[in-house]
């Protein structure tokens, strides 16, 4: 199982074309996609998280979140990283 950080958001679904993977993790600007409508990241996994600090960061809130977007803290994320994946990578 693939987990994918995607931490820009631009130029990223081209990339997630080229490989499978299980589940996207959003942060830093890679968290415009969770407020996206429309966001071609949102359709490439069927894992995804959202940063919440990220998204404080920039000002937005969970409540701009796509419904298939899953929000986690820090602790989330660690939990995410060793319980739902067998690998991580980072675009």
């Known amino acids: ?12 679904a081209d990339t997630l074309e080229k490989i499978k993977v299980d589940g996207i993790i959003l942060v830093l600007n890679g968290v ?6 429309g966001s071609p990241i949102l359709g490439k996994a069927s894992k995804l998280y959202v940063l919440s600090e990220d998204l404080k960061t920039r000002g937005l809130s969970e409540a701009n979140v796509d419904g298939k977007v899953k929000v986690i803290d820090y602790g989330g994320l ?6 739902d994946f067998e690998q991580i990578a980072w675009i």
Do not use: R
């Open 1 to 12: 199982k693939l987990g994918v950080f995607v931490s820009d958001y631009t130029q990223t």
């Open 32 to 37: 415009y996609h969770a407020t996206t409508k």
């Open 78 to 83: 660690v939990d995410v990283i060793f319980n």
